[in-house]
């Protein structure tokens, strides 16, 4: 069964910057999309970016132009690079392998 591990969060001033990482723990995770969802509280989980085997990527209209996410097969992992973060940022975010397995969550904080 594939896991996936995530690292990275915390907490962060309004336009800062974080890196969350996800480790999968199968080579398996380089033949599938990979994505990253966060849910906030109060709120329903929603999507934050993919990147394809490929390397295309497709990110949410909120994040577009602050969120990079990037993969490398060889390390098995996805990283999520966060940019000019808002106080909306706030959230869990999960680390996911479309219809195989989610990551347990990382808080993200953003705040003065």
């Known amino acids: 069964q594939v896991q996936l591990e995530e690292s990275g969060g915390g907490l962060v001033q309004p336009g800062g910057s974080l890196r969350l990482s996800c480790t999968a723990s199968e080579s398996i995770f380089s033949k599938f999309v990979m994505a990253w969802h966060r849910q906030a509280p109060g709120k329903e989980r929603e999507f934050v970016a993919l990147?394809?085997?490929?390397?295309?990527?497709k990110y949410s209209e909120s994040v577009t132009g602050r969120f990079t996410i990037s993969r490398d097969t060889a390390k098995r992992t996805a990283d999520l690079q966060m940019n000019n973060l808002k106080p909306e940022d706030t959230a869990v975010y999960y680390c996911?392998?479309?219809?195989?397995?989610w990551g347990q969550g990382q808080q993200v904080t953003v705040s003065s």
């Open positions: 996911n392998l479309p219809g195989i397995a």
């Open positions: 990147i394809t085997s490929t390397g295309e990527t």
